[in-house]
């Protein structure tokens, strides 16, 4: 318990904002997990110019990381608007059309998948039943499926 303590209170800074080191963790899982199974990703990701050549690179990056709070931010979202995902589908389109523009393919969004699950699976441990793994699955199926409206239109 102190120690998780300890965790939830160190603390770190990268750019402007201020991470704690479990939220740290957590990204690092799907960044190295996210790498690991696609590569090609890695130069998607492009601020400012600089291309990324590594994981490492990417994890030092304040932008990257605000790419992972911003892909958890429409998870987050999903989960809230669980019962009514429709009223998400615009804003979902739109961002598909937004990936699109900066050259992501649709299935690229299964990489992001594994690597989600890869970090639920690592954090909760037992309590990461089939059951709930389905209901992960899915939830982020529907998210992707809507995104990918915006590669039709
Ligand atoms: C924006 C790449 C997957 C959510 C962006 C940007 C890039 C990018 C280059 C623009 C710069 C930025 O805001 O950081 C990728 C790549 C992906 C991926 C290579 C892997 C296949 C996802 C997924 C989600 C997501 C799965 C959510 C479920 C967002 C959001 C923005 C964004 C919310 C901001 C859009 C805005 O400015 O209105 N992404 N992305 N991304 N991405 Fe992704």
Redesign the pocket.
């Known amino acids: 318990t102190l120690l998780k303590f300890c965790a939830g209170r160190l603390s770190c800074s990268v750019g402007r904002r201020v991470y704690t080191y479990g939220t740290l963790a957590l990204m690092l899982l799907i960044v190295y997990r996210l790498f690991d199974l696609d590569p090609d ?1 890695l130069p ?4 400012t110019c600089k291309q990324f050549s590594s994981p490492q690179e990417c994890l030092s990056s304040p ?1 990257f990381l ?2 992972i709070r ?2 958890m ?3 987050d979202a999903a989960v809230t608007h669980l019962e009514n995902l429709s009223s998400l589908e615009e804003y979902l389109v739109n ?1 598909g059309k ?2 699109q523009a ?1 050259g ?1 393919k649709v299935d ?2 299964s ?2 998948g594994e690597s989600l699950m890869f970090m639920l699976e690592k954090c909760l441990g037992t309590a990461f039943s089939p059951d709930v793994r389905e209901a992960w699955t899915r939830l982020y199926g529907a ?2 499926k809507a ?1 990918s409206h915006g590669w039709d239109a």
């Open positions: 990703l998607l990701f492009q601020y932008e605000d790419h911003k892909v931010l429409v998870i961002l937004k990936h900066v992501v690229s969004f990489a992001v998210v992707v995104m």
